[in-house]
């Protein structure tokens, strides 16, 4: 069985400044994770993804994330917030292809002029 | 570039009502997920299917029925409809992974909202 905690239900930044958005997993076997973003009214879209290899993996939109075995995280980071980011961002493990996501709770990300 | 297809996108039922969701995939994609994201909640997975065939299930209703077509298409029938059911049910589509059994790579449609009066 898999799990994900995402910390901090909301994340309010002043634009321009460093976004972390945190996340946890337990997962029994070596996970596939995944950062998604949601904005309002809309569907899921990925921002990126770690299945094996290189442990810093790279998104789009400037997003960036870590995947640390011994942490058991996946933290999701962005430089410089733009306003444009204000969004809910989940995190999301799978066991492998062609199996189920099981999505944190989300974190709703508030960027402040 | 084509996306999932989700229709309707909204539907509104009444209590003990029936609803069918369609979902239509990218094309040359095998596998389907639904899932069911309830107000401010996080998605979760309800069925999914790989080349027609039911290959994992989640928390779904006895009430609630899946079948993915032979055109790959796919369609949840959701029968006596309960006011918790209101929710946003996402349709997500993978690709032929290169062992032949899926992807890891989930592409979501932008959802059905229903809403259950």
């Known amino acids: 069985a898999q799990s994900v905690t995402q910390l901090g239900s909301h994340v309010s930044v002043s634009e321009g400044a460093l976004v972390l958005l945190r996340c946890n997993y337990s997962s029994s076997v070596p996970p596939y994770l995944f950062w998604y973003v949601q904005y309002p009214n809309q569907g899921l879209q990925l921002l990126l993804k770690y299945t094996t290899g290189a442990t810093l993996v790279k998104g789009i939109n400037g997003f960036e994330a870590e995947f640390k075995k011994s942490e058991t995280s996946f933290h999701l980071t962005k430089p410089s917030a733009h306003m444009s980011d204000a969004a809910e961002y989940f995190c999301?493990?799978?066991?492998?292809?062609?199996?189920?996501?099981?999505f944190g709770k989300g974190t709703l990300l508030t960027v402040n002029p | 570039a084509a996306g999932v297809i989700q229709s309707p996108r909204h539907l509104i039922k009444e209590k003990r009502e029936t609803a069918t969701l369609k979902c239509y995939p990218i094309?040359?994609?095998?596998?389907v997920y639904w899932y069911q994201q309830g107000p401010g909640q996080d998605p979760q997975f309800l069925i999914s299917f790989y080349e027609k065939m039911q290959s994992d299930k989640g928390s779904i209703p006895d009430r609630f029925s899946a079948q993915q077509f032979s055109d790959y298409h796919s369609e949840l029938n959701m029968s006596s409809l309960e006011l918790g059911d209101s929710a946003l049910y996402f349709c997500?589509?993978?690709?032929?992974?290169?062992?032949?059994?899926?992807?890891?790579?989930?592409?979501f449609g932008p959802g059905t909202r229903l809403t259950v009066t």
């Open positions: 997500a589509s993978s690709p032929p992974g290169l062992a032949g059994r899926g992807s890891y790579e989930q592409y």
């Open positions: 999301a493990v799978s066991l492998g292809s062609n199996y189920k996501l099981t």
């Open positions: 094309p040359r994609h095998d596998t």
